[in-house]
C-alpha cells in the first residue's frame, strides 16, 4: 500500500477510535499516534499532499490512489464538507487531532468541542468544500461560512490530465480508463461544490489548447444535462465519460488541418471527418468496457433527420448520449473562439439550436438544455485558463467571421461542428464540432 492510502487508512482509523473513548485515553492516543507517523511518511515522499475525496475515488493532486478505489470514507468525509484535504507544510501532532476532531463532530452532527477553538491559531491543514476559482484566484462560489476555509478549485489539473490522454493516444499509446473516470468524478466535485449547482466552464486562451477545453466543456454540460433531466447517477457519469471521449479521434487530425484559418478544402473535410471513426476505433482498441463512449464518438455529428456523418447505409436512430452530447458539442464550439470565427454569443447560439429542433437536434434534449442554461445563466462559471495569454477580441469587440464568412448561415456551424465539434465558417451552426 503507498503511503498516502497507509496515512488515510489511519486517519480513518483514528476517526472511528476516538468515536469509541474519551480524550487521554491510551487507544484514542495510539491511534492519533499512528495517523501523524504516517502523515510525517507521507510527507517525507510529498511535503505539501493534497486529497481530493469524490463518490467512489480518492485523487492525490490529480492522480487516484487505486489501493483505496471504493472506500467508504471519501464519500463519508466529502458529504460532511471535507472534499478537499491539504497539508501545506509540517503538521503538529495536535494540530492533526484538532482537524480529527472537527472530523468527528461533523460525522456525528454534533457540536463542536472546546477543542474547536484552537482552529483559528494557524494551521498548515486546511480542508472543506471545494468552490471554482477565476484567474485572479478569487472563489466564485457563495459558501455558508464554515470552520474551515472553502478551498478553491481552478480546474488546472484536470486540463493537464486530458492533455496527458491526448499525449498518450496520439503517441500510440493506450487509453487509460481510470484517470478519465477520476477526472470525470472530479469535475462533478467542481460542479456541485457550490451549495447551489454551478457549472465550471473553461475558456481557452490559445487556439491549440481547443481540443483540450472543449473535451471538459463539453464533459461538464453532459453531465448537467443528464442531471437537469433526471438521470441515474451511473447515468450521469457515464455521459460526462462520453462527452470527455467524445472528439478522441482528433489526436489523428494534422493541426494545420484543425486549426485552419479559411474554409477547409474536400480532401481535408474527409480527413476531418474521418475523426468520429478514428475515435471509436481508438475506444473500443484501448478499453472494452467503454462500449458507450465509443458509440458516442462514432454518433456526436449525426443529426435527428439523418443527416450529418458518417453516413448510415440504412436510417436508423442514434443513441440518446449521442443525441445529448451533440447538442453539449455543438453549444461549446458555437461558444468558443476558433480560428475561422469567433465565439457567438450565448443568445444566437441557443436561438440556433431551438430553430434546429427536429432537424438536428432531439426536441426533449434540446428543449431541456435550452431551457437549463437559460433558467442557470448565472450559475455557470467561465474560467480562463492559468498561465497563458488571453486571445485578442476583434478590434469592435464584437462576434465576427472571418474574411469570406457570412454573419448568418448553416455552414459556419457545420463548419465549426464538424472542426470542434461545433464551430463554423458561416455562422449558422451546422457544421458545428
Same mark, same amino acid.
Given at each position: 500500500?503507498?503511503?498516502?492510502?497507509?496515512? *488515510?487508512?489511519?486517519?480513518?482509523?483514528?476517526?472511528?477510535?476516538?468515536?469509541?473513548?474519551?480524550?487521554?485515553?491510551?487507544?484514542?492516543?495510539?491511534?492519533?499516534?499512528?495517523?501523524?507517523?504516517?502523515?510525517?511518511?507521507?510527507?517525507?515522499?510529498?511535503?505539501?499532499?493534497?486529497?481530493?475525496?469524490?463518490?467512489?475515488?480518492? *485523487?492525490?493532486?490529480?492522480?487516484?490512489? &487505486?489501493?483505496?478505489?471504493?472506500? @467508504?470514507?471519501?464519500?463519508?468525509?466529502?458529504?460532511?464538507?471535507?472534499?478537499?484535504?491539504?497539508?501545506?507544510?509540517?503538521?503538529?501532532?495536535?494540530?492533526?487531532?484538532?482537524?480529527?476532531?472537527?472530523?468527528?463532530?461533523?460525522?456525528?452532527?454534533?457540536?463542536?468541542?472546546?477543542?474547536?477553538?484552537?482552529?483559528?491559531?494557524?494551521?498548515?491543514?486546511?480542508?472543506?468544500?471545494?468552490?471554482?476559482?477565476?484567474?485572479?484566484?478569487?472563489?466564485?462560489?457563495?459558501?455558508?461560512?464554515?470552520?474551515?476555509?472553502? %478551498?478553491?478549485?481552478?480546474?488546472?489539473?484536470?486540463?493537464?490530465?486530458?492533455?496527458? *490522454?491526448?499525449?498518450?493516444?496520439?503517441?500510440?499509446?493506450?487509453?487509460?480508463?481510470?484517470?478519465?473516470?477520476?477526472?470525470?468524478?472530479?469535475?462533478?466535485?467542481?460542479?456541485?461544490?457550490?451549495?447551489?449547482?454551478?457549472?465550471? %466552464?473553461?475558456?481557452? +486562451?490559445?487556439?491549440?489548447?481547443?481540443?483540450?477545453?472543449?473535451?471538459?466543456?463539453?464533459?461538464? %454540460?453532459?453531465?448537467?444535462?443528464?442531471?437537469?433531466?433526471?438521470?441515474?447517477?451511473?447515468?450521469?457519469?457515464?455521459?460526462?465519460?462520453?462527452?470527455?471521449?467524445?472528439?478522441?479521434?482528433?489526436?489523428?487530425?494534422?493541426?494545420?488541418?484543425?486549426?485552419?484559418?479559411?474554409?477547409?478544402?474536400?480532401?481535408?473535410?474527409?480527413?476531418?471527418?474521418?475523426?468520429?471513426?478514428?475515435?471509436?476505433?481508438?475506444?473500443?482498441? @484501448?478499453?472494452?468496457?467503454?462500449? %458507450?463512449?465509443?458509440?458516442?464518438?462514432?454518433?456526436?455529428?449525426?443529426?435527428?433527420?439523418?443527416?450529418?456523418?458518417?453516413?448510415?447505409?440504412?436510417?436508423?436512430?442514434?443513441?440518446?448520449?449521442?443525441?445529448?452530447?451533440?447538442?453539449?458539442?455543438?453549444?461549446?464550439?458555437?461558444?468558443?473562439?476558433?480560428?475561422? &470565427?469567433?465565439?457567438?454569443?450565448?443568445? +444566437?447560439?441557443?436561438?440556433?439550436?431551438?430553430?434546429?429542433?427536429?432537424?438536428?437536434?432531439?426536441?426533449? *434534449?434540446?428543449?431541456?438544455?435550452?431551457?437549463?442554461?437559460?433558467?442557470?445563466?448565472?450559475?455557470?462559471?467561465?474560467?480562463?485558463?492559468?498561465?497563458?495569454?488571453?486571445?485578442?477580441?476583434?478590434?469592435?469587440?464584437?462576434?465576427?467571421?472571418?474574411?469570406?464568412?457570412?454573419?448568418?448561415?448553416?455552414?459556419?456551424?457545420?463548419?465549426?461542428?464538424?472542426?470542434?465539434?461545433?464551430?463554423?465558417?458561416?455562422?449558422?451552426?451546422?457544421?458545428?464540432?
Amino acid at each position: 500500500m503507498t503511503a498516502a492510502a497507509e496515512f *488515510l487508512t489511519h486517519l480513518a482509523q483514528a476517526v472511528s477510535t476516538m468515536s469509541l473513548y474519551d480524550a487521554d485515553h491510551p487507544s484514542r492516543e495510539l491511534a492519533v499516534d499512528a495517523a501523524w507517523e504516517n502523515l510525517q511518511r507521507l510527507q517525507e515522499e510529498i511535503p505539501s499532499p493534497r486529497f481530493t475525496f469524490l463518490d467512489e475515488e480518492i *485523487l492525490l493532486g490529480s492522480q487516484p490512489v &487505486r489501493a483505496l478505489r471504493h472506500w @467508504s470514507w471519501g464519500r463519508r468525509l466529502s458529504q460532511v464538507g471535507v472534499q478537499r484535504l491539504e497539508f501545506e507544510g509540517p503538521v503538529t501532532r495536535e494540530d492533526l487531532e484538532v482537524f480529527l476532531e472537527d472530523v468527528l463532530s461533523r460525522l456525528l452532527g454534533s457540536s463542536p468541542s472546546s477543542a474547536m477553538a484552537r482552529q483559528e491559531r494557524p494551521t498548515a491543514i486546511r480542508y472543506g468544500a471545494v468552490g471554482i476559482e477565476d484567474e485572479s484566484g478569487e472563489v466564485l462560489a457563495d459558501f455558508e461560512e464554515m470552520t474551515t476555509a472553502t %478551498l478553491g478549485y481552478d480546474l488546472k489539473e484536470e486540463v493537464e490530465t486530458v492533455e496527458w *490522454l491526448h499525449e498518450e493516444l496520439g503517441s500510440g499509446r493506450r487509453l487509460h480508463l481510470l484517470e478519465a473516470e477520476t477526472l470525470v468524478r472530479s469535475l462533478s466535485v467542481a460542479m456541485h461544490g457550490d451549495q447551489e449547482f454551478l457549472i465550471p %466552464l473553461l475558456r481557452m +486562451k490559445e487556439f491549440d489548447q481547443y481540443t483540450t477545453t472543449h473535451a471538459m466543456n463539453v464533459s461538464v %454540460l453532459a453531465m448537467a444535462l443528464s442531471e437537469y433531466i433526471g438521470l441515474t447517477p451511473a447515468e450521469v457519469r457515464n455521459f460526462g465519460i462520453s462527452g470527455l471521449l467524445h472528439d478522441l479521434g482528433k489526436v489523428t487530425i494534422p493541426d494545420e488541418i484543425l486549426n485552419k484559418p479559411g474554409k477547409l478544402t474536400l480532401k481535408e473535410r474527409e480527413v476531418m471527418n474521418a475523426h468520429t471513426v478514428e475515435g471509436a476505433r481508438l475506444i473500443l482498441e @484501448s478499453e472494452e468496457h467503454l462500449e %458507450l463512449a465509443a458509440v458516442v464518438a462514432y454518433e456526436h455529428h449525426m443529426k435527428i433527420d439523418g443527416t450529418g456523418y458518417p453516413t448510415f447505409r440504412f436510417p436508423r436512430k442514434c443513441h440518446q448520449a449521442s443525441d445529448l452530447v451533440h447538442i453539449c458539442d455543438v453549444f461549446d464550439a458555437l461558444r468558443t473562439h476558433r480560428p475561422y &470565427r469567433d465565439a457567438w454569443p450565448q443568445k +444566437k447560439v441557443l436561438d440556433y439550436m431551438e430553430a434546429g429542433i427536429g432537424t438536428e437536434f432531439d426536441e426533449h *434534449l434540446a428543449r431541456a438544455f435550452v431551457g437549463m442554461m437559460r433558467t442557470w445563466e448565472g450559475r455557470i462559471a467561465e474560467m480562463e485558463r492559468p498561465d497563458e495569454p488571453v486571445i485578442p477580441a476583434k478590434a469592435d469587440g464584437m462576434p465576427g467571421e472571418e474574411p469570406g464568412s457570412s454573419e448568418e448561415g448553416p455552414e459556419g456551424a457545420e463548419e465549426a461542428n464538424s472542426r470542434s465539434s461545433s464551430d463554423a465558417d458561416s455562422s449558422d451552426g451546422s457544421d458545428a464540432g
